[in-house]
Protein backbone atom coordinates (compact mmCIF):
# COMPACT_ATOMS: atom_id res chain seq x y z
CA UNK A 1 0.00 0.00 0.00
CA UNK A 2 1.18 3.50 -0.62
CA UNK A 3 2.86 6.03 2.44
CA UNK A 4 0.61 8.93 1.28
CA UNK A 5 -0.98 9.52 4.83
CA UNK A 6 -4.63 9.89 3.21
CA UNK A 7 -5.18 7.87 0.35
CA UNK A 8 -8.05 9.73 -1.90
CA UNK A 9 -10.10 7.67 -4.80
CA UNK A 10 -13.46 8.48 -6.35
CA UNK A 11 -15.57 5.85 -7.21
CA UNK A 12 -18.31 6.22 -10.16
CA UNK A 13 -21.81 6.13 -9.50
CA UNK A 14 -24.63 4.62 -12.11
CA UNK A 15 -25.92 8.39 -12.60
CA UNK A 16 -22.50 9.63 -13.41
CA UNK A 17 -21.84 10.92 -10.12
CA UNK A 18 -18.94 10.02 -8.07
CA UNK A 19 -18.42 8.92 -4.31
CA UNK A 20 -14.94 10.76 -2.76
CA UNK A 21 -13.19 7.87 -1.05
CA UNK A 22 -10.76 9.10 2.02
CA UNK A 23 -8.25 6.20 3.76
CA UNK A 24 -6.42 7.17 6.82
CA UNK A 25 -3.56 5.48 5.92
CA UNK A 26 -1.41 4.81 9.09
CA UNK A 27 -2.26 1.31 10.35
CA UNK A 28 1.39 1.57 12.43
CA UNK A 29 -0.36 4.30 14.72
CA UNK A 30 -3.91 2.58 14.20
CA UNK A 31 -4.27 5.76 11.89
CA UNK A 32 -4.14 8.40 14.44
CA UNK A 33 -4.44 11.84 12.85
CA UNK A 34 -1.57 14.02 12.09
CA UNK A 35 -1.51 17.54 11.41
CA UNK A 36 -0.55 16.37 7.76
CA UNK A 37 -3.38 14.32 7.69
CA UNK A 38 -6.10 16.62 8.91
CA UNK A 39 -5.09 19.50 6.34
CA UNK A 40 -5.31 16.69 3.38
CA UNK A 41 -8.64 15.74 4.72
CA UNK A 42 -9.99 18.89 5.62
CA UNK A 43 -8.31 20.57 1.62
CA UNK A 44 -9.85 17.11 0.03
CA UNK A 45 -13.21 17.88 1.78
CA UNK A 46 -13.52 21.43 0.96
CA UNK A 47 -12.66 20.65 -2.94
CA UNK A 48 -15.63 17.83 -2.83
CA UNK A 49 -18.05 19.95 -1.27
CA UNK A 50 -18.28 22.34 -4.30
CA UNK A 51 -17.78 19.26 -6.87
CA UNK A 52 -21.17 18.94 -8.60
CA UNK A 53 -20.09 15.28 -9.53
CA UNK A 54 -18.98 13.78 -5.72
CA UNK A 55 -22.66 12.87 -4.11
CA UNK A 56 -21.16 11.90 -0.99
CA UNK A 57 -18.06 11.06 0.89
CA UNK A 58 -16.99 7.88 2.51
CA UNK A 59 -14.46 8.03 5.23
CA UNK A 60 -12.25 5.17 6.76
CA UNK A 61 -9.20 3.60 7.73
CA UNK A 62 -6.15 1.58 7.05
CA UNK A 63 -6.20 -2.01 7.94
CA UNK A 64 -8.85 -4.04 10.15
CA UNK A 65 -7.83 -3.27 13.71
CA UNK A 66 -8.52 0.73 14.08
CA UNK A 67 -10.82 3.64 11.90
CA UNK A 68 -8.87 6.08 14.35
CA UNK A 69 -7.24 5.74 17.59
CA UNK A 70 -6.76 9.39 18.53
CA UNK A 71 -4.66 12.97 17.56
CA UNK A 72 -1.08 12.69 17.36
CA UNK A 73 -0.25 13.34 20.96
CA UNK A 74 3.08 12.15 20.69
CA UNK A 75 3.70 14.97 18.31
CA UNK A 76 2.02 17.25 20.97
CA UNK A 77 4.81 15.44 23.26
CA UNK A 78 7.44 16.07 21.44
CA UNK A 79 6.09 19.85 20.21
CA UNK A 80 6.50 20.80 24.31
CA UNK A 81 9.38 18.99 25.52
CA UNK A 82 11.89 19.37 22.74
CA UNK A 83 13.93 22.31 20.77
CA UNK A 84 14.87 22.60 17.72
CA UNK A 85 13.06 21.36 14.42
CA UNK A 86 10.46 19.44 16.21
CA UNK A 87 9.45 22.45 18.28
CA UNK A 88 11.74 25.57 19.21
CA UNK A 89 9.33 26.51 22.20
CA UNK A 90 9.13 23.82 24.35
CA UNK A 91 5.17 24.24 25.69
CA UNK A 92 5.32 27.99 24.38
CA UNK A 93 5.42 26.24 20.58
CA UNK A 94 3.26 27.35 18.41
CA UNK A 95 2.44 23.50 17.22
CA UNK A 96 -0.54 23.21 19.59
CA UNK A 97 -2.67 25.62 18.70
CA UNK A 98 -1.68 24.93 14.81
CA UNK A 99 -2.62 21.25 15.74
CA UNK A 100 -5.93 21.61 17.40
CA UNK A 101 -6.93 24.31 15.35
CA UNK A 102 -6.38 22.36 12.32
CA UNK A 103 -8.19 19.31 13.93
CA UNK A 104 -11.31 21.44 15.11
CA UNK A 105 -11.68 22.89 11.64
CA UNK A 106 -12.10 19.65 10.17
CA UNK A 107 -14.13 18.24 12.65
CA UNK A 108 -16.65 21.65 12.05
CA UNK A 109 -16.65 21.32 8.35
CA UNK A 110 -17.36 17.70 9.31
CA UNK A 111 -20.31 18.55 11.31
CA UNK A 112 -21.77 21.14 8.58
CA UNK A 113 -21.06 19.49 5.37
CA UNK A 114 -23.61 19.61 2.53
CA UNK A 115 -23.20 16.38 1.42
CA UNK A 116 -23.88 12.98 3.34
CA UNK A 117 -20.82 11.62 4.70
CA UNK A 118 -20.32 8.37 5.70
CA UNK A 119 -17.76 7.33 8.30
CA UNK A 120 -17.22 3.43 8.75
CA UNK A 121 -16.52 3.30 12.61
CA UNK A 122 -15.02 -0.19 12.42
CA UNK A 123 -12.35 -1.05 15.03
CA UNK A 124 -11.25 1.67 17.36
CA UNK A 125 -12.50 4.67 17.09
CA UNK A 126 -10.76 6.85 19.77
CA UNK A 127 -10.42 10.45 20.70
CA UNK A 128 -9.69 12.48 17.11
CA UNK A 129 -11.01 9.55 15.55
CA UNK A 130 -14.12 10.35 17.27
CA UNK A 131 -14.10 13.76 16.15
CA UNK A 132 -13.68 12.72 12.91
CA UNK A 133 -16.61 10.23 13.04
CA UNK A 134 -19.07 12.14 15.60
CA UNK A 135 -20.28 14.99 12.48
CA UNK A 136 -20.63 12.61 9.70
CA UNK A 137 -24.43 12.59 8.66
CA UNK A 138 -23.61 8.68 8.51
CA UNK A 139 -22.02 7.07 11.18
CA UNK A 140 -21.56 3.23 11.07
CA UNK A 141 -20.89 0.99 13.16
CA UNK A 142 -19.90 -2.88 12.91
CA UNK A 143 -19.03 -6.06 15.44
CA UNK A 144 -15.61 -4.66 16.11
CA UNK A 145 -16.13 -1.14 16.98
CA UNK A 146 -14.64 0.35 19.83
CA UNK A 147 -15.41 3.98 20.83
CA UNK A 148 -13.90 5.52 23.62
CA UNK A 149 -12.87 9.49 25.14
CA UNK A 150 -10.04 7.98 27.31
CA UNK A 151 -8.42 11.88 27.41
CA UNK A 152 -8.34 11.71 31.31
CA UNK A 153 -5.66 9.72 31.06
CA UNK A 154 -3.15 11.55 29.14
CA UNK A 155 -4.33 14.35 31.17
CA UNK A 156 -6.05 15.98 29.18
CA UNK A 157 -10.35 16.24 28.56
CA UNK A 158 -12.91 15.19 25.77
CA UNK A 159 -12.50 17.95 23.27
CA UNK A 160 -13.20 17.42 19.33
CA UNK A 161 -16.61 18.81 19.98
CA UNK A 162 -17.60 15.82 23.09
CA UNK A 163 -18.32 19.48 25.49
CA UNK A 164 -21.25 20.15 22.79
CA UNK A 165 -22.36 16.32 21.88
CA UNK A 166 -21.94 14.80 25.69
CA UNK A 167 -24.36 16.91 26.57
CA UNK A 168 -27.00 15.51 24.25
CA UNK A 169 -26.85 12.26 26.57
CA UNK A 170 -28.94 11.47 29.29
CA UNK A 171 -27.86 13.98 31.78
CA UNK A 172 -25.02 12.60 33.91
CA UNK A 173 -23.98 9.93 31.07
CA UNK A 174 -21.80 12.05 29.64
CA UNK A 175 -19.73 12.98 32.18
CA UNK A 176 -19.44 9.78 33.60
CA UNK A 177 -17.85 8.35 29.92
CA UNK A 178 -15.72 11.45 29.88
CA UNK A 179 -14.50 11.07 33.50
CA UNK A 180 -14.03 7.50 32.92
CA UNK A 181 -12.83 6.93 29.55
CA UNK A 182 -15.38 4.02 29.26
CA UNK A 183 -15.14 1.75 26.40
CA UNK A 184 -18.90 2.16 24.50
CA UNK A 185 -19.43 -1.03 21.88
CA UNK A 186 -21.82 -0.98 18.40
CA UNK A 187 -24.67 -0.97 20.92
CA UNK A 188 -23.60 1.59 23.05
CA UNK A 189 -22.78 4.05 20.38
CA UNK A 190 -26.57 3.40 19.02
CA UNK A 191 -27.99 3.51 21.92
CA UNK A 192 -26.03 7.39 22.92
CA UNK A 193 -26.34 8.60 19.68
CA UNK A 194 -22.85 8.43 18.77
CA UNK A 195 -23.94 6.14 15.70
CA UNK A 196 -26.73 5.86 13.23
CA UNK A 197 -26.51 2.78 11.79
CA UNK A 198 -24.95 -0.96 12.78
CA UNK A 199 -23.53 -2.81 9.43
CA UNK A 200 -21.95 -6.21 9.58
CA UNK A 201 -18.01 -5.40 8.62
CA UNK A 202 -18.55 -8.21 5.88
CA UNK A 203 -20.69 -5.69 4.16
CA UNK A 204 -18.20 -3.02 3.66
CA UNK A 205 -17.54 -4.06 0.22
CA UNK A 206 -21.44 -4.94 -0.94
CA UNK A 207 -22.20 -1.64 0.82
CA UNK A 208 -19.93 0.81 -1.58
CA UNK A 209 -20.93 -1.67 -4.29
CA UNK A 210 -24.41 -0.18 -3.49
CA UNK A 211 -24.08 3.03 -3.12
CA UNK A 212 -22.40 3.28 -6.49
CA UNK A 213 -25.47 2.31 -7.74
CA UNK A 214 -27.88 3.78 -5.76
CA UNK A 215 -30.12 6.57 -7.36
CA UNK A 216 -28.98 10.29 -6.50
CA UNK A 217 -31.85 12.31 -8.53
CA UNK A 218 -30.96 15.36 -9.11
CA UNK A 219 -28.01 15.51 -6.72
CA UNK A 220 -29.94 18.20 -4.36
CA UNK A 221 -29.18 17.49 -0.67
CA UNK A 222 -32.80 15.59 -0.35
CA UNK A 223 -31.75 13.55 -3.34
CA UNK A 224 -28.25 13.02 -1.68
CA UNK A 225 -29.40 12.00 1.45
CA UNK A 226 -32.54 9.58 0.39
CA UNK A 227 -30.13 7.67 -2.10
CA UNK A 228 -27.68 7.16 0.73
CA UNK A 229 -30.48 6.09 3.09
CA UNK A 230 -32.02 3.39 0.98
CA UNK A 231 -28.93 1.79 0.44
CA UNK A 232 -28.53 1.69 3.90
CA UNK A 233 -32.39 0.68 5.07
CA UNK A 234 -30.89 -2.56 2.82
CA UNK A 235 -27.71 -3.49 4.10
CA UNK A 236 -27.88 -2.37 7.60
CA UNK A 237 -28.94 -4.92 10.26
CA UNK A 238 -28.62 -4.34 13.84
CA UNK A 239 -29.43 -7.88 15.14
CA UNK A 240 -26.02 -8.58 14.51
CA UNK A 241 -24.86 -5.80 17.11
CA UNK A 242 -23.45 -6.56 20.15
CA UNK A 243 -25.14 -6.77 23.84
CA UNK A 244 -25.82 -2.96 25.62
CA UNK A 245 -22.93 -2.50 28.44
CA UNK A 246 -24.51 1.23 28.94
CA UNK A 247 -27.94 1.59 28.32
CA UNK A 248 -29.10 -1.11 31.38
CA UNK A 249 -26.81 0.99 33.62
CA UNK A 250 -28.29 4.74 32.93
CA UNK A 251 -29.99 4.79 36.07
CA UNK A 252 -26.88 4.06 37.67
CA UNK A 253 -24.62 6.14 36.48
CA UNK A 254 -26.84 8.76 36.47
CA UNK A 255 -26.97 8.10 40.24
CA UNK A 256 -23.18 8.52 40.44
CA UNK A 257 -23.13 11.73 38.24
CA UNK A 258 -26.23 13.27 38.80
CA UNK A 259 -26.86 16.79 40.91
CA UNK A 260 -22.96 16.67 42.44
CA UNK A 261 -19.95 18.21 41.46
CA UNK A 262 -16.64 16.81 40.08
CA UNK A 263 -15.19 15.70 43.51
CA UNK A 264 -18.20 14.16 44.47
CA UNK A 265 -18.75 12.32 41.20
CA UNK A 266 -15.51 11.37 41.30
CA UNK A 267 -15.46 9.88 44.79
CA UNK A 268 -19.08 8.36 44.21
CA UNK A 269 -17.43 6.67 40.88
CA UNK A 270 -14.05 5.12 43.09
CA UNK A 271 -16.52 4.10 45.94
CA UNK A 272 -19.14 2.41 43.41
CA UNK A 273 -18.78 -1.56 44.51
CA UNK A 274 -21.20 -2.97 42.11
CA UNK A 275 -19.87 -6.03 40.70
CA UNK A 276 -19.68 -5.41 37.76
CA UNK A 277 -16.49 -5.45 34.85
CA UNK A 278 -17.25 -2.62 32.96
CA UNK A 279 -17.89 -0.56 35.92
CA UNK A 280 -14.60 -1.87 37.33
CA UNK A 281 -12.45 -1.20 34.56
CA UNK A 282 -14.25 2.79 34.14
CA UNK A 283 -13.37 3.36 38.13
CA UNK A 284 -9.49 1.86 37.57
CA UNK A 285 -9.26 3.76 34.61
CA UNK A 286 -10.37 7.16 36.80
CA UNK A 287 -8.23 6.38 39.72
CA UNK A 288 -5.63 6.39 37.33
CA UNK A 289 -6.61 9.21 35.54
CA UNK A 290 -5.47 12.76 36.28
CA UNK A 291 -7.45 14.88 38.91
CA UNK A 292 -6.92 18.10 36.87
CA UNK A 293 -8.77 16.64 34.03
CA UNK A 294 -11.82 15.61 36.09
CA UNK A 295 -12.52 18.82 36.72
CA UNK A 296 -11.84 19.56 33.13
CA UNK A 297 -14.47 17.34 32.06
CA UNK A 298 -17.37 18.35 34.48
CA UNK A 299 -15.98 22.37 34.10
CA UNK A 300 -16.79 21.87 29.81
CA UNK A 301 -20.10 20.18 30.32
CA UNK A 302 -21.11 22.81 32.28
CA UNK A 303 -20.25 25.75 29.99
CA UNK A 304 -21.44 24.13 27.03
CA UNK A 305 -24.86 22.71 27.85
CA UNK A 306 -26.49 25.22 26.15
CA UNK A 307 -24.07 26.69 23.91
CA UNK A 308 -23.68 25.66 20.14
CA UNK A 309 -21.12 23.34 18.17
CA UNK A 310 -19.24 26.79 17.24
CA UNK A 311 -18.73 28.29 20.62
CA UNK A 312 -17.67 24.78 21.81
CA UNK A 313 -14.90 24.23 19.47
CA UNK A 314 -13.33 27.68 20.38
CA UNK A 315 -13.46 27.09 23.70
CA UNK A 316 -12.29 23.71 23.38
CA UNK A 317 -9.05 25.68 21.18
CA UNK A 318 -8.22 27.77 23.95
CA UNK A 319 -8.28 25.15 26.65
CA UNK A 320 -6.58 22.55 24.94
CA UNK A 321 -3.68 24.79 24.54
CA UNK A 322 -3.47 25.89 27.42
CA UNK A 323 -3.52 22.39 28.81
CA UNK A 324 -0.29 21.69 26.61
CA UNK A 325 1.41 25.02 28.21
CA UNK A 326 0.65 24.54 31.92
CA UNK A 327 -1.62 21.11 32.17
CA UNK A 328 -1.15 17.32 32.51
CA UNK A 329 -0.59 16.05 29.31
CA UNK A 330 3.02 16.43 28.92
CA UNK A 331 3.24 14.14 31.37
CA UNK A 332 0.73 12.18 31.18
CA UNK A 333 1.69 11.36 27.71
CA UNK A 334 5.04 10.74 28.68
CA UNK A 335 3.87 7.95 31.50
CA UNK A 336 1.45 6.40 28.59
CA UNK A 337 2.86 6.09 25.13
CA UNK A 338 6.96 7.73 25.86
CA UNK A 339 8.25 5.75 29.00
CA UNK A 340 5.21 3.40 29.17
CA UNK A 341 6.09 3.35 32.94
CA UNK A 342 1.77 3.80 33.58
CA UNK A 343 3.37 6.14 36.69
CA UNK A 344 2.41 9.46 35.59
CA UNK A 345 3.04 12.31 38.53
CA UNK A 346 0.16 14.72 37.45
CA UNK A 347 0.43 18.48 39.06
CA UNK A 348 -2.62 17.71 41.94
CA UNK A 349 -2.88 14.62 43.85
CA UNK A 350 -6.46 13.91 43.67
CA UNK A 351 -9.45 15.66 42.41
CA UNK A 352 -10.85 17.52 45.83
CA UNK A 353 -7.46 19.18 45.76
CA UNK A 354 -7.27 20.99 42.68
CA UNK A 355 -7.26 24.83 43.38
CA UNK A 356 -10.22 26.97 41.43
CA UNK A 357 -7.36 29.08 40.65
CA UNK A 358 -5.70 26.35 38.85
CA UNK A 359 -8.62 25.75 36.86
CA UNK A 360 -9.50 29.60 35.99
CA UNK A 361 -5.37 30.02 35.55
CA UNK A 362 -6.52 26.74 32.20
CA UNK A 363 -9.51 28.51 31.39
CA UNK A 364 -8.02 31.98 30.86
CA UNK A 365 -8.55 33.29 27.09
CA UNK A 366 -5.40 33.42 25.12
CA UNK A 367 -7.34 35.40 22.31
CA UNK A 368 -9.79 37.83 22.28
CA UNK A 369 -13.15 37.45 20.27
CA UNK A 370 -11.33 39.07 16.85
CA UNK A 371 -8.30 37.30 16.96
CA UNK A 372 -9.75 33.93 17.59
CA UNK A 373 -8.21 31.18 14.91
CA UNK A 374 -11.66 29.56 14.94
CA UNK A 375 -13.77 33.07 15.09
CA UNK A 376 -15.15 32.58 11.64
CA UNK A 377 -17.07 29.11 12.50
CA UNK A 378 -20.47 29.42 12.33
CA UNK A 379 -20.13 33.37 11.17
CA UNK A 380 -21.01 32.38 7.27
CA UNK A 381 -18.09 33.69 6.37
CA UNK A 382 -16.59 30.30 5.10
CA UNK A 383 -19.25 27.79 6.53
CA UNK A 384 -22.37 26.63 5.37
Known amino acids: MTDLAVIFDELPTRGGGRIGVATLNSQKSLNALTLDMARQLDAKLE ?24 GDVVALYHSMTEEGDNCGAGRDSLFAETYFTTEYRLDYRIHTYPKPVLVWGDGIVMGGGLGLMAGASRRLATQTTLIAMPEITIGLYPDIGASWFLNRMPRGVGAYLGLTGAQLNARDALDLGLADHFVPRERRDALLEALGEADYGSHSPRDLEAGVQRVLDELEDRTQAPDAQVWPLVDHLQALCGQVDAPMAVKRILQDDRDHAWLAANRKRLEAGSPLSAHLVWRMLERHRHTSLADAFRDELNLSVQCCRQGDIAEGVRALLIDKDKNPKWLHESADKVPEADLQALLAPLWNEEEHPLSDLGSGKRWT
Open 47 to 70: AWAVDRSIVAVWLEGAGEKAFCAG
